[in-house]
């Protein structure tokens, strides 16, 4: 065979094997095509899965508001709401704990791996953690460990380090995961018609045992926070949302 019939058999043997391919690109998109015109105008949800009220005591913690910050209203799509406070437990420990419920706007929520950066804290790592509710069922929360460069008074500087928790709360779910939040606000937006408002909530605290004689290290500091979100989720979701088998 000639080295130009080579060529073209070569040619040839590759359009048949991208043949396939090309089908299957084009029958993905007929069927999105088929989906999105099948799909009914999404109407917006009106119930949220969270009270946005954060209580004023949480057994030995006391909490005070922060209100939302006029560079937090401006980056904000209008229409979402915001509950914070921070607590103090009257022996030199704190946290701050923070709601926010999302507008029609979708960029109302985000994953904390995002923002956290732009307020000089890093994520070193993160992991699922169980959270222990009354009544023998647990929440699923995800447990960041965070740091930044803290300042000495004689020059340099230590790391600062705490534990970032959070979750997700949906109409009728929980999920510690951002990916499953988007993935169920798609579903719920092509299959059902319905755009709901999804909450996040979060507890953050530092690591104290550096700066004071009594002040707690990490795995002391992680076991306090998770009993105070153990009893801050029955004050804060919706009752339903927290009994066995929803997830």
Known sequence: MTENGDRGARRAGGMAQEWPRVVALLALLGGLLLVCVGTPEVREGDVAGVIMSLPEKLGDWTGEEIPMAESERDLLPAGTELARKKYTDGRGSWLVCTIVLSSADRRSLHKPEI???GQGWSTDSGRVVPVALAGGTELPVMCLEISRPMPQPGGGSAKLRGKFLYWFVG???LTPRHWER???????RIFRGVGHRWAYISVMAVETGGMQADGLGGDTLATNVERFISGLAPEVVRPELLRPGVD
């Open 171 to 173: 109409r009728d779910v």
């Open 182 to 188: 988007i993935f169920r606000t798609a579903y719920d």
């Open 115 to 117: 923002c956290l950066p």
